[in-house]
């Protein structure tokens, strides 16, 4: 996910029934060096799906924000990883 200047992108990941996220962070993919000073990651902490018969704290959540036009169209991924337990 990507986009213009001034973008917020975020991205979840919720851990099975019964578990809760533990720890977490972020694979993130850049594809211009010269895009990573546009970037920065604005939270990373744990978060509540609210599904029926889950757990608080079985998401991991990530938000990123982006502060100026990635060059040539360019776009970032962004992809919350999280460890999760019983």
């Known amino acids: 996910m990507g986009g213009p200047a001034a973008t917020t992108i975020t991205d979840s990941v919720t851990c099975p029934l019964g578990e809760v996220a533990l720890s977490g ?19 990373s902490k744990p978060a509540s799906s609210g599904m029926v018969g889950s757990l608080t704290g079985d998401q991991w959540q990530v938000v990123l924000s982006v502060t100026a036009s990635l060059g040539g169209g360019d776009t970032v991924t962004l992809k919350a990883v999280a460890l999760c337990s019983n």
């Open 25 to 43: 962070g972020w694979e993130l993919t850049v594809p211009d060096v010269n895009d990573y000073a546009k970037v920065f990651i604005q939270s």
